[in-house]
Every structure is written in C-alpha cells, then in structure tokens.
C-alpha cells in the first residue's frame, strides 16, 4: 500500500489519546478534589476506592482519571459503554465480578456516559454495588440528581469536575509540542500566544485543544516532520477570526470599557457588539457576568431593581452552562441593563458615605441604637430610647440613627428615573413625618416618641 502524507507527517493515533495522562502527577486540573490531602486523592493513595459519580463538562479528564485510578488500585478493572451495553452484558459482568469477590478480587466497573442508561439498566448495577460486589465510577455530563436514579445515586459519592483553566490548557499545549508521546520529535515553530489563543478557544475542554493543535500543526508550513504554524492556520482551524484581544493588557479594559459605557449610554446594539467582541476572543464569561452585575447597581440601581435580579441569574447561568451557550444569557442582562432606566443614586449615597466614614471615622454610635446585651451596658444608657419601629402604627419613630454631627446628612437621594420616582416619594413621605415628629418631641422636652 502506497504511503500517505498523513503517514509520513504524523502517528495514526490521534493526540489527545497520545497526551492521555498516566499519573495523577500528570493530571491536569482537578486540584480541589486530587490535591494533596483532598478526600479523593486520600482515597486512590490509600486504594480505598468507593462508588462513585464523576460529574464535569466535556474534556476535563473523567475517563482518563477512572484508567489513573485502576492503575493506583489492585482492583480487577472493566471498561463499560452506556452506549453499546445492555442488560444482558451488565448481567454477565457482574457475574464475574461476584465470582472474583468471592476469591478477595476486587472489580472496578468503569460507566462512561453513565446517564445514557435508562432505569432498568441502572437498576441493574444496584444489587451488585449493595453487596459490594463491584466499585462502580460512572462518568457523566449532565447532572446525576436528575439523570441517575435515586437508589444508584445514594449509593455513590458525587465529586464534581470543573471545566479546565485557560492556564492549564496552555500548559497541555505546551507539554504536546514538546513530548516525544506528542510532537517531541517535530521542529515545530508556534509562538506561545496561538497556544494561548487555542487554549481560549477550547473553553476549558482539553480534547477540543489538543485536537485544534494537532489540525493546526499538521496544516503548517514545512517539509516532513516540520511545521511553522501562522495564526491565519490557527484561525482556520478554529473556523473563526482571532481577534485583537489581551486579557491582561490595554485592549481588554478598553472593551470592558466599551461595553460598560454603551449600557450607560443605552445603546443596546453597541452593548451586544461589545459583549461579542470579547466573548468571541475569548474571555471569561463569568468576568463580563461579574461586571454586568455591578453595573445593574451601579448605574441602573433602585430605578429598576429587576436589573440586579437579571444579572445575578445571568451570572449563575453563566457558571451552570459556560460558552458557548452562555453568551445568550449575557446578551439578556446586558440588553436589559441598557434599555433599564439609569440612576447612579446608590453609587454616589456610598462613595459620600465613604468620604464622611473616612474623615469621621471615631463618630459614636448613638446610645438608642446600641446594643445592650450585658447589665453593665444598660446601666450605662446602652439601647435606651430605642423604639421598635414594628411596634408603632406607622412602622415608623423618629429615633435618630445618625451620630450628632451628621444627624441631618442625606447620602441617598432617589432620582425621578424609574422606579425610582415612586422611591423618591416614599423616602420624602418618611423624611416629612419624622420632621414633624420631632419638632413636637422638641416642644414637649422629650427624647424619643412614636
């Protein structure tokens, strides 16, 4: 058979299985769970495996950790497919594996995409994982509270794997072009910000990385085992454009800049250009998220406070799904907050509170608002005076709450935007009735009065 130029330029295995790490030593990521003294890692030093669920976005490792871990134990291991396995295949193992419990041989079951089994077949597992006769390690994308049955599940310990670091894909990456096991034996030439880039890309999956490497180095330029790989072979690999884009230097505040001041400004569509800007270069989500969320107080606030809701929830839906489904989520909030009436009114009630605390820093609390947990504390006027605003009929008393020298300081003034004007209403409507209130107190030589 005549030789190809695949055969000649590369292994037929693909690189992501060459990269497949061995030890737990070469394990990318996972730190929380595989970190020194972390409960799971105590449990594969020690080979004291249990049953458990590995539940992680796409990529992060789950299979390859459950081949680590039959390496680490002297337990008889068995590769299961969800997808190709029936009842009758699940009997049989476990068959064997009864037997082998019976000569002291352990059995670890390895389920990937375990939630494609349906409840007859997970039902099957459950007397063999009951008596001990197996150590079942499902692996799974979607979350096991609704895809594992209830009685499999109590049975197993859930450790959740996160989606891997830009930083620790670079780091794969890197360790690919130079490993004998990757492109070790190559020249290839690829600057550190294409594998920055492609790790941006992966989304913190690192199959989807090593792949993109592998397509972009055997498309590079060169002779046979040489490839000088260009950020137009990059971009072609990734079918899409790599933008201008640094996370640590200038241009990644000039856009975040660029979209704050668009929601500011209400301009919608410049907003959701700038969210694609940075999300298609590959930032963090859960960066633009945190600065939406800021924004929804910062700048539309008490004039409509469903901005503040909306970007928690995009927030939290950002951290559950991540790119690149997420960015519709984002697109939400940041469309909202933009077409949300604007009012910077808490912003600038805080930072003036923040100048007096600063410049006033030892102002006493007033005694009628002290607590007074001890005897001592209430013989010296600890809490006396103190109305309890329930106990009125307006909910309201006219205590002063403020230290005597900034008793008639006002930090939030509501504006008319909004909601907000309703705010303003009720606060002017509270201000009115505590004024009245005290001019009478003063006329009576009082302290306090509902």
Known sequence: MSETLFDNRAETTPLADRMRPETLEDYAGQD??????????RMIDRDEVQSMILWGPPGVGKTTLARIIAKYTKAR????????????????????????????VKTIVFVDEIHRFNKAQQDAFLPYVERGSIILI???????????????LSRCKVFVLHALTREDLFALLKKAVTDPRGFGDWKVEIDDHLLDLIAGYANGDAR???????MAVLNGEGDVFESKVTLEVVEQ????????????????????SALHKSMRNSDADAAVYWLARMLEAGEDPLYIARRVVRFASEDVGMADSRALEIAVAAYQACHFIGMPECSVHL?????????????????VAYMTAKEDALKMIDEPVPLQIRNAPTS???????????????????????????????????????TEQGV???????KEQIEAWKKIKREELAKQGGHSIE
């Open 77 to 104: 291991f068995i590769n299961f497919s969800a997808v190709t396995s029936g009842i009758k295949e699940i009997k049989e193992v476990m068959a064997k594996a009864e037997d082998n419990r019976l000569l002291g």
């Open 331 to 347: 697109t939400h909030a940041v469309v909202f907050c933009s077409l949300a009436p604007k009012s910077n009114a808490l912003e």
């Open 138 to 152: 499902g692996a799974t994308t979607e979350n096991p509270s609704f895809e594992v049955n209830s009685a499999l």
């Open 376 to 414: 001592l504390m209430k013989e010296l006027g600890y809490g006396e005076g103190y109305i309890y605003a329930h106990d009125t009929k307006e909910k309201l008393s006219a205590m002063q709450c403020l230290p005597d020298s900034l008793k008639d300081k006002h930090y939030y003034n509501p």
């Open 208 to 214: 989807t990385a090593l792949n993109t490497l592998e």
């Open 237 to 256: 690999c990734m079918s899409r454009k790599a933008l201008l884009y640094d996370k640590n230097g200038e241009e990644h505040y000039n856009l975040i």
């Open 32 to 41: 929380h769970l595989l970190g020194e003294g972390k409960i799971l890692r």
């Open 420 to 426: 907000e004007r309703r705010v303003k209403e009720r």
